[in-house]
């Protein structure tokens, strides 16, 4: 059988289209039933609001999806349009970006659940400001998809990207490592972010009239949560930019994908834990708005603690680029 | 399909260097300049007790980024950088905005622009750091826990420039490459004006206002 370098790019594409949407749809879905489930418990304690509930749990489900259409896009794109080949680095381009958006996908679509279901239970305890909650609910969701905005902007730029003029070792690790970067990283500020965005939720409902500070607070703490998936969109982009002299030891190609997996893995867990450490300002916020100052200042001081592990997985991974 | 990723340069040969010009960047954001000019005569001109539209407007604008300015920095400081902010915020709503009409493009989808502003807050806020607390107790910060913390402390501040543009560019860029490739698929039919809703002005309007906060709070930390 003829194995030409268009063969390989379309294995690749079919792969990386079909994880791509694989894993895009774990997180979405997760997100969704929560909501649900939490729509269920709110129905129950006041049948009497059913319908406004069932209609904020479809319109938070719809955002939570949001992620996982992002990872459908993806997929189609590399099932139906014609990629040119040009090298073997194409094959570990495609594969990198179905990679990139598939998992990107997974923390956006869990954290928007749980903005979604917050709201719908806040609705129930607290029917006056419903159209609040809706309100704060949609910003909380739509900035929790940014995480997963990072790694489609990185599969897009490795699908259309023309690396026909790069050596085949090591820029495939670099490419691969990229894409991982973009999407491993993207898991944890995907979920810190909605956890953020849900204790606004619930404090909103608890306390109506501290609807501003709580909103702001949480788009400071969303946006937080967010820079360890920023640092694994700067590690992509570095790995996709820079050009690395061809090489004949498995080494540097190693050293690269090494790179990427380093800032993609060591971004997980800073963005779940800033997301929690957010959660409890944002909480407390609502309960307590008069020491609003030393709430904040000591919500930032702990997330940029919990920050300093993924600034080591970015330096390790610097490392690993520019000094290995 | 073909526009995706296209930067219209001129370059400009300097004894030995390139200058490099990103025209879109460059003509976008001078409408933008233009258009805030605009506005601001507007609101300014026939002021009255019953004000117009135009003045409701501006008044809005500014009071609300005033009060928010205050809220971080105190009274005394809000003086002096609240008309930072609401230019700020007032110039990157209509970066972000300015997307929506056809042929025009957001000049914040060009990473030189969120960098600038994002170079820019970092300054103001280490020198107001350096102003407030003195050159010693602010070069201290660096070497805590340890003394051998400060290159990573020294990192973790840079690492906040990169953040805060990258988040605004990463959006912007993500959402135009989003509604091109939809209308692409989709022939145009339908989901564009929704796309351009939700990415344009929604999440434009959004990200505007989180690097705005994020600028001011990183002044406040530095400043307390």
Not at chain 1, 275 to 302: C, Q
Request: glycine fraction near 12%.
């Amino acid at each position: 059988m003829e194995q030409d370098i268009q063969t390989w790019v379309n294995l690749a594409a079919y792969l990386g289209g079909g994880l791509s949407i694989g894993f895009g749809a774990i997180g979405a879905a997760i997100g969704e039933g929560y909501t649900a489930s939490q729509a269920n418990s709110a129905i129950s304690r006041n049948p009497a609001l059913a319908g406004d509930v069932f209609k904020s749990m479809l319109v938070g489900q719809a955002i939570a999806e949001s992620a996982s259409v992002f990872a459908l896009v993806v997929a189609m794109i590399l099932l139906f349009s014609n990629i040119p080949a040009d090298s073997f680095v194409t094959v570990a381009a495609v594969f990198a970006a179905g990679l990139s958006m598939g998992f990107g996908a997974i923390g956006s679509g869990v954290g928007a659940g749980f903005p979604a279901g917050a709201a719908c239970v806040g609705m129930v305890r607290q029917p006056s400001v419903s159209g609040k909650l809706t309100t704060n609910m949609l910003i909380g969701s739509a900035v929790c998809q940014t995480p997963s905005i990072f790694a489609l902007v990185v599969s897009f730029i490795l699908i259309f990207s023309d690396f026909g003029s790069y050596p085949l070792w090591p820029t495939w690790g670099a490419i691969l490592g990229a894409g991982l970067a973009a999407g491993l990283s993207a898991i944890g500020s995907g979920i810190g972010g909605g956890i953020v965005a849900g204790a606004s939720s619930e404090g909103i409902a608890r306390q109506p009239a501290a609807v501003t500070p709580v909103t702001n607070i949480m788009l400071l703490g969303q946006a937080i949560a967010q820079t360890p998936a920023i640092l694994g969109l700067l590690v992509a982009f570095i790995l996709i930019f820079k050009e690395f002299g061809a090489s004949d030891t498995i080494a540097p190609a190693m050293a690269l994908l090494g790179s990427g997996l380093c800032m993609g893995i060591g971004g997980i867990g800073p963005g779940i834990g800033e997301g929690i450490a957010s959660s409890g300002g944002v909480k407390w916020i609502a309960r307590n708005e008069k020491d609003i100052g030393t709430l904040t200042r000591t919500m930032l001081v702990g997330m940029a603690v919990a920050e300093s592990t993924a600034i080591y997985a970015m330096v390790i991974s610097l490392v690993l680029i520019f000094v290995v | 399909m073909e526009e995706l990723g296209k930067v219209y340069q001129l370059i400009i040969p300097l004894s030995g260097h390139k200058m490099v010009f990103n025209l879109d960047a460059i003509v976008y954001s001078w409408i933008v300049m233009l258009l805030i000019l605009v506005f601001g005569v507007m609101a300014t001109r026939k002021r009255g007790v019953i004000p117009n539209y135009m003045q409701v407007l501006g008044e809005l604008f500014v009071s609300k980024l005033y009060a928010l300015t205050e809220d971080a920095l105190g009274e005394d400081m809000a003086k002096t950088y609240a008309p930072l902010v609401c230019a700020l915020f007032m110039f990157l709503v209509l970066c972000n905005w300015i997307g929506i009409i056809p042929h025009l493009e957001e000049p914040t989808k060009d990473l030189n622009t969120p960098l600038s502003l994002g170079v820019m807050g970092f300054f103001i806020a280490h020198y107001v750091g350096i102003k407030t607390k003195g050159f010693k107790a602010y070069a201290k910060e660096y070497f805590e826990p340890f003394f051998i913390m400060a290159p990573l402390n020294i990192i973790g501040e840079l690492a906040k420039i990169v953040s805060i543009s990258f988040r605004l560019f990463g959006n912007i860029m993500g959402g135009a490459i989003i509604i091109l490739v939809v209308s692409y698929l989709t022939y145009s039919i339908l989901l564009p004006p929704f796309l351009n809703a939700f990415f344009g002005i929604f999440v434009g309007a959004i990200q505007a206002f989180v690097f705005t906060m994020l600028t001011v709070v990183y002044i406040s930390v530095q400043a307390k």
